[in-house]
């Protein structure tokens, strides 16, 4: 999409606005592309730096004062689109890794890791996005603004930095040729205990992108 359609006249490409609603669609653009599996060997590097990315937007939008929409009530923008294909996409595509263990919030006293995906989380992110996308592309910039930074305190701040923090490690376990082990099982619809808080990963995730990164294949 270029910025002439995405972009009111009015506003420079300075704006902390423009800013925000480029970096926000450049992640929906990547993220779809990197679902069509057209490219499976780079689909976690690239989704670490897109992740990277948004969150520095995020960033941007937590540092920022409050931000009011100009209208008192949201207005309604019907129903949501559908993400169960782009979901279950990104499920297929990161399966040998896509469960791992995260600490919900990490201010609570001694609370328990739980199971997540990576799937889930690129997907709910772009729910949020898109959400705010739609405001903004209806020319409700504030509006916009509002909903990005609310929905990245809320919830997508916080679930695109646990996704990216399972990303870069397994980039980081690939890079310093440490195998991951295997979950023994472990998925989003079962408990979590002490014993089984390793990636679902090991050889096979090495494999698949230790190649596209230069790195020798474990004998």
Not at 196 to 217: C, D, K
Request: no cysteine; proline share 6%; aromatic share 8%.
């Amino acid at each position: 999409m270029s910025d002439a359609t995405l972009h009111a006249t009015a506003q420079q490409p300075d704006d902390f606005a423009v800013q925000i609603a480029d970096q926000v669609e450049s992640f929906l653009v990547a993220v779809t592309e990197v679902a069509k599996g057209d490219e499976p060997d780079s689909a976690v590097p690239f989704l670490l730096l897109e992740v990277s990315q948004l969150l520095l937007a995020g960033g941007r939008l937590g540092a920022h004062e409050d931000i009011v929409p100009d209208e008192r009530y949201e207005p309604d923008l019907g129903p949501e689109g559908d993400v169960d294909d782009l979901r279950e996409n990104l499920a297929r595509l990161l399966e040998p890794i896509d469960v791992y263990s995260e600490v919900f919030d990490p201010y609570e006293p001694r609370k328990a890791p739980v199971p997540a995906r990576i799937s889930d989380d690129l997907t709910d992110v772009i729910t949020d996005l898109r959400h705010g996308m739609a405001h903004y592309k209806a020319g409700r910039t504030s509006e916009a603004l509002w909903w990005w930074q609310f929905s990245y305190f809320s919830n997508w701040g916080s679930t695109a930095s646990a996704a990216l923090r399972a990303l870069q490690s397994v980039v980081a376990h690939v890079r310093l040729n440490q195998p991951l082990e295997e979950l023994d099982g472990l998925d989003t619809d079962q408990a979590m205990g002490d014993d089984t808080l390793e990636f679902e990963a090991g050889r096979v995730m090495a494999e698949e992108i230790g190649g596209p990164l230069g790195l020798p294949q474990a004998k």
